[in-house]
Structure formats: structure tokens, C-alpha cells
């Protein structure tokens, strides 16, 4: 069975083509990252400006502790407070919403779920009704050889005849 029909199959996915591309495209959430990240931090991947309206949006909310853990060890970007003042300031601040964004992102990465399944690409409507295609004729011949061919093969006197003969027989 190919890796999509296998993926499929693994994660439970039924429906139409559509339904499921839209199924593997929902984010999963990885383990969460609890790297602290402070003011120089932001600094150097957003910019001093991003920075400072960070720190700026806090001092004016009244968070000055929060300040002074942001401006020295820095913050974890996977806690729901943190995150929720990041999205406290991104409402404030709204030139600073893509930054939040980005920082929550950091805190607790996602993909989509066709990635986290280990697919190569997001399959298309047509390679989902191929994969399906191939689970049910899968599936068809699983209980032909188990309602079938086994009990035939095992039948006390089986011969090549007779199991031909219950092969022919089979789903008539």
C-alpha cells in the first residue's frame, strides 16, 4: 500500500477528496518551546523598534515587573499568560501584531497536518481518490482471503479443485 493510503488509513482520515485536504491541512501543534526570549532577543530578530514598542506596550498596560523580566531573563513564549499578553499588545499596538504573532509561533510551533504525518507535499483531490481507491480494494481483498481462501486452504481434504471451486463460488 502507497505511503498516502497507509497515511490515511493511519490517521483516521474518511470523506470526500475535499474533506480530507482540508483535514491535513489543520496545524498541529508541536511540543511546546520554553526558550526565554528577551528584549535583546526580539531586538535582534525584529528589530529595536519591535523591541521597544514591546516594552513601551507593557510599561503602559502597568506590567513594570513584567518590564524588567522582559529587558533581563526574558519570557516563555509557550505560557498562556505570556501569550495572552501578546495578544493584549498586538490589539494596543497593532503595527507590533505580526511580532506577536511570530512570538506565539515561537512558543508553540505548528504544521500542517500532512507534515506531521510525514508526507512529502499536501496531496491533491485526485491522489486522495487513488489512495482511496487503493484502501478499498485493499480492504476487498483482505475479506476475500479471510472469508475465502483461508477457510478454503484449511478445510480438512483441501485440494487445488476444491479450493478453486470455493473461489468461484465466493460472493456469487
Not at 530578530?45 to 523580566?69: D, F, H, P, Q, R
Not at 479471510?146 to 486452504?153: D, G, K, L, Q, S
Amino acid at each position: 500500500m502507497n505511503v498516502l493510503a497507509q497515511t490515511l488509513q493511519s490517521q483516521g482520515l474518511t470523506g470526500t477528496s475535499a474533506e480530507i485536504v482540508a483535514a491535513l491541512t489543520v496545524e498541529h501543534e508541536l511540543p511546546h518551546v520554553d526558550d526565554l526570549w528577551s528584549y535583546s532577543g526580539v531586538a535582534a530578530k525584529y528589530g529595536e523598534s519591535a523591541a521597544e514598542g514591546i516594552a513601551a506596550a507593557m510599561t503602559a498596560a502597568g506590567l513594570t515587573t513584567g518590564v524588567i523580566v522582559y529587558a533581563t531573563r526574558g519570557f516563555d513564549l509557550s505560557i498562556d499568560k505570556t501569550r495572552g499578553q501578546l495578544d493584549a499588545i498586538a490589539v494596543d499596538v497593532p503595527s507590533l501584531a505580526g511580532v506577536c504573532k511570530d512570538l506565539k509561533a515561537i512558543g508553540r510551533p505548528t504544521i500542517p497536518l500532512w507534515q506531521h504525518a510525514g508526507l512529502s507535499a499536501l496531496p491533491s483531490e485526485e491522489e486522495i481518490a487513488v489512495a482511496q481507491a487503493e484502501i478499498t480494494n485493499q480492504q476487498a481483498l483482505a475479506t476475500f482471503i479471510n472469508e475465502c481462501v483461508n477457510p478454503a486452504v484449511a478445510a480438512d481434504g483441501a485440494t487445488v479443485s476444491s479450493i478453486k471451486s470455493a473461489v468461484a463460488a465466493w460472493g456469487k
